[in-house]
C-alpha cells in the first residue's frame, strides 16, 4: 500500500490498526499485513496478539517499519514459490510470483497459478516489486522499472516517477524515465544514478514534467504516457540515444486531453 494512503489512513483511524491483504480473485488471499497508526487501544491491541497467536499475521508494523514492498507474511494454507525460466529460486531471489493453491475458479485445473507479479521471499514475507509485464528487456537484460523509481524517489522534489521500455531498434527496449516535479524542472541528471544504479540500468531518455496524465481512476495514465514518450523519442538519431546523458531534460506539461 502507497506511504501517502497509510498516512491518510492514519489521521482518519488513529490507535487503531488495518489488515492489508494480497491475493488474486482465482486464488484468494495470499498473504496479510498488519499496519497499526499510533498506540493501539487496549481492544486492538487484543486482536493483534490473537491474529498473531492464531497465525494469520506476522509481525505488526507501524508506518515507520514497513518493510519496503512487503504485502506480509504468506498464509500456511498457501506455498508460494518464485519463479524465473520455469526454474524455482531460493529465498531472496527475484522472480515471478507463482501461487501453490487449490483455485476458485473450477475451470483451472492446474494447482499452480501465475500472478502475473514479480518479487521474491524473505522469512516467510513476500515482497512485490511490479507487473512481469512491465519488466523492461534491454539487450536480454531484464530490469524492472521499480528498482529504477526507488532510486530516483529518494532524490529531493521528485513528486512522482514512472519508468517503462520504449522501443529501441537496437536494443529492442530503452529505458524511459519520466519525473515529476513542482515546476517540471530536473533535479537530477544521469550523471547522479551512475554512483547509485549500475550502467545496464541507467535509462537512456529522461523526461521532466509538472504534471502526468490521469486516467478515469485518478491513477497516473502510463499507457498515454509510453505513448506520448515514444512519440518524443521516434526522432531522435542514434548518435544521441543517450539523450539524458547529455544534460538536457525537457519540461513541458503533457495535457491529458491532448493524448
Do not use: W
Not at 55 to 66: A, D, F, L, N, R
Not at 168 to 189: M, N, R, Y
Amino acid at each position: 500500500m502507497p506511504l501517502d494512503t497509510i498516512h491518510l489512513l492514519e489521521e482518519k483511524a488513529g490507535g487503531r490498526f488495518l489488515c492489508n491483504i494480497y491475493g488474486t480473485t482465482e486464488t484468494g488471499s495470499v498473504s496479510k499485513l498488519l499496519y497499526t497508526f499510533g498506540a493501539l487501544k487496549p481492544g486492538d491491541r487484543l486482536i493483534a496478539v490473537l491474529l498473531q497467536m492464531l497465525g494469520i499475521v506476522g509481525p505488526v508494523y507501524s508506518k515507520k517499519t514497513i518493510p519496503e514492498n512487503c504485502v506480509g507474511q504468506i498464509e500456511n494454507k498457501v506455498t508460494v514459490k518464485i519463479l524465473k525460466d520455469g526454474i524455482i529460486q531460493s529465498e531472496g531471489n527475484i522472480g515471478k510470483i507463482t501461487i501453490f493453491k487449490k483455485t476458485k475458479i473450477d475451470s483451472i485445473k492446474s494447482d499452480f497459478f501465475d500472478t502475473g507479479d514479480v518479487g521474491y521471499v524473505k522469512n516467510n514475507l513476500l515482497f512485490i516489486l511490479g507487473r512481469s509485464s512491465n519488466v523492461i528487456n534491454r539487450s536480454g537484460e531484464k530490469i524492472l522499472p521499480g528498482d529504477i523509481e526507488h532510486v530516483i524517489n529518494s532524490f529531493n522534489g521528485v513528486e512522482a516517477v514512472a519508468v517503462f521500455g520504449i522501443s529501441s531498434a537496437t536494443h529492442g527496449e530503452d529505458i524511459c524515465a519520466v519525473v515529476k516535479t513542482e515546476d517540471g524542472t530536473a533535479v537530477f541528471d544521469i550523471e547522479d544514478l551512475k554512483d547509485k544504479l549500475p550502467k545496464y540500468m541507467l535509462p537512456q531518455h529522461l523526461r521532466f514534467l509538472k504534471e502526468f496524465p490521469m486516467n478515469a481512476s485518478g491513477k497516473t495514465d502510463l499507457a498515454a504516457l509510453k505513448i506520448e514518450m515514444e512519440k518524443t523519442f521516434a526522432n531522435h538519431k542514434k548518435e544521441d540515444s543517450d539523450y539524458a546523458c547529455n544534460g538536457r531534460a525537457s519540461t513541458e506539461r503533457i495535457p491529458s486531453a491532448d493524448i
